[in-house]
C-alpha cells in the first residue's frame, strides 16, 4: 500500500482547495496579502464556470451550467464580455459573487476579487439587458464602480469592462 505524502497532495492542491484547508486547520482568516490581488484577478477571469458554479445548489446549477455551454461560455471573461449572456446564468453568477464577497467592513483579499466580479456581473445585466439582477440602487452601484476602479490591481481586460459596462448606470 502506498503511503499518502502530504506534501505531494499539497502541490496537486489547487488556490481554493488549499486555503480551504488552511482555514479549516485554524491558520490566518486569508490565505492571500494584497500582492497577490493581481494573480487573484487574473485566474478568477479566466476560471472555468462549470468549476466555480458547481457550488450552486442543484437546480440553480443545473440551469446555470446549461445555458452557460449553449451560449459557449466556459470562463467568467466570456461571460462578462459576451454579447448576449443568458441572465439566468448572470443572476446566479451574481449570487455565487455576492456570497463569496462577504460584507464590505471586513473583506479578505480574495474577497474583493469577488466584490469586483460581483459589481461587473450586475453591470453586464443592466448593458445586455437594461435590466437590474440586484438590489443594489444605481447609487450605491456607482460607489461599488468607484471602488473597483480605485484599485490599482484592478487592470487589463477586467479594468476595460468595468469602464465600458459602466456608462450602462443611468446618470443621476
Known sequence: MTEFNCDEAALRSGPSALCEML???GAESSCWSAEDLPMLLRHQWSAAVEVDLAELPPKSRHTSLTTAAASGIDTF???LTHSAPPLPLLAATKNFFKHKAGRAQDRHVEQQVAYVFYVLVILVA????ATSISSLSDVDLRK???WCLGQPWLVGEPRDAMLRLSQAIPAP
Open 126 to 129: 443592466k448593458a445586455r439587458y
Open 23 to 25: 482555514i479549516k486547520s
Open 77 to 79: 471573461g466570456a461571460m
Open 144 to 146: 461599488g464602480v468607484a
